[in-house]
């Protein structure tokens, strides 16, 4: 009886030799016993898993690219490429500190040109001197370029019937920067007598003495005059004397002396800067201060 089938349970294992298999099974077989790797494109991407590539299996590159970046480059191969952070633009730092370091021992010159605002308690040293050659619209004239004074404290006096003679120690000196100018002298005095005292200002220079701002309208040229006697309060009491003059007619830029001058009348002794009744006495014994003051007014 011949067989017709033979079922997979009925043949023993490994007993089916390479003699008992079809020609077309052994040339298939050999051919796949002879590949040694995949063939091109036998691997696509969709063939491998997400996270499966491992460091190692990444081109490790030479001393040439080391510690460069692979860089992406819009389809073509990727390159090794380094970062390059000198031209780095401050609106990419977009957070945390840049270390001390960093920065050059000296830093360059900064303009405050667009700071405003700042707080005063934030300003420290010395700020530059302030020109002011640069102010336009300012109102001409006027301005009080210099200040001279002398202060008289000490107790002076003159006795009898005299001509004009200085007060001593009641002048100022004073050099104007311009003939243009003007020169406003104040005088301020503490005067005692018992008679009769006139006063005058005078000006000095290189040149020529002269006196200034007085008047004639009385017998005497002076700008004041006094009168006191032992049984009236010139006498026991101190006269303020105030008077002020703009002298306009500067010849010279030479220095300028501005001297107050006295005169008595009458027979009598009077005094500057005390009483004429007592120097030391318990009462009606005062003492006072005298001044001269010049200031040079710009044309």
Do not use: C
């Amino acid at each position: 009886m011949a067989l017709t089938k033979i079922i997979t349970d009925g043949i023993t294992d490994d007993a089916v030799t390479e003699a008992k298999l079809a020609n077309a099974i052994n040339t298939a077989r050999a051919a796949n016993t002879a590949k040694t790797g995949l063939g091109t494109n036998a691997v696509q991407t969709s063939h491998i898993a997400d996270e499966q590539i491992t460091l190692a299996k990444l081109e490790h590159g030479t001393s040439s690219n080391d510690g460069k970046f692979l860089r992406a480059n819009n389809g073509a191969d990727p390159t090794f490429e380094t970062i390059d952070l000198t031209a780095l633009s401050a609106t990419n730092l977009t957070s945390g500190t840049v270390p001390d370091a960093r920065f050059p021992a000296t830093l360059p010159a900064a303009s405050a040109a667009n700071l405003t605002s700042i707080p005063a308690a934030n300003i420290t040293g010395t700020l530059p001197a302030i020109s002011g050659a640069n102010l336009t619209n300012l109102p001409g004239g006027g301005k009080i370029l210099q200040v001279k004074q002398t202060k008289l404290t000490s107790a002076v006096s003159i006795t009898g019937v005299t001509s004009y003679t200085n007060i001593s120690g009641l002048s100022v000196d004073i050099t104007p920067a311009s003939t243009n100018n003007k020169i406003l002298v104040l005088v301020q005095m503490q005067v005692s007598n018992g008679g009769e005292t006139v006063f005058k200002l005078q000006k000095s220079t290189s040149a020529a003495t002269t006196d200034i701002g007085n008047s004639t309208a009385g017998a005497y040229t002076s700008f004041f005059g006094i009168f006191g006697s032992t049984a009236r309060s010139g006498y026991y009491d101190l006269e303020s004397v105030a008077f002020n003059f703009l002298e306009d007619d500067l010849q010279s830029t030479d220095q300028h002396t501005f001297k107050v001058q006295w005169s008595n009348i009458t027979n009598i002794t009077a005094y500057l800067n005390r009483t004429a009744y007592s120097a030391t006495g318990t009462h009606y014994s005062y003492s006072g201060a005298s001044s001269i003051t010049v200031m040079e007014v710009s044309a």
